[in-house]
């Protein structure tokens, strides 16, 4: 084999070694937000599962001062401000883009919309890097948390039992009177 055609072979070999290294990680899992207030539980969607979504599955103040299970309060859409923020997607249909998926974030906390980009640092981190405008940018890293102990949905507190007396048995209460 010619020196030339062994040099194309391994460029060729080089090349494809890269685009498989630069594909994006898989997002999957339960992600603990830098901030410890939320935990977003990310899953493959999109056409043949090939992009990432994600939904807040848990929050560390789950109700409003009332005791009210917390709302998507400051969105832009009045319709939508009665939507409960567990439950709610934040990312939707993130594409892979180089070692990163990439598209948009809703942030509930001020009803905006950022760009994102999502991408697996390790096994247990998650780096998040949201950008307004794509110059005010800012990232935080999301730990990876299990799939326990998410709130599925805030139920209120059934009311306890209250313990009846004891009925009396017949000669009791003959005897009684």
Known sequence: MRLS???GLAASALLISTAANAA???LSGTWLTGDGR???RIDRCGPSGANACGKVVWLKTPTDDAGAPR???KNPDPKKRARP????TLLDNLKPDDAAFAGEIYNADEGKIYQVSLERESEAELNVQGCMLK???GSQTWTRVPDVNQQAAIQPEA???VAKPAAKPAAAKAAAE
């Open 135 to 137: 110059v005010l940018c």
């Open 85 to 88: 923020i567990i439950g709610l």
């Open 24 to 26: 994006p990680k898989d």
């Open 71 to 73: 709302t998507d309060a």
């Open 159 to 161: 009311p306890k039992p």
């Open 38 to 40: 939320a935990k977003i």
């Open 5 to 7: 055609a062994r040099l």
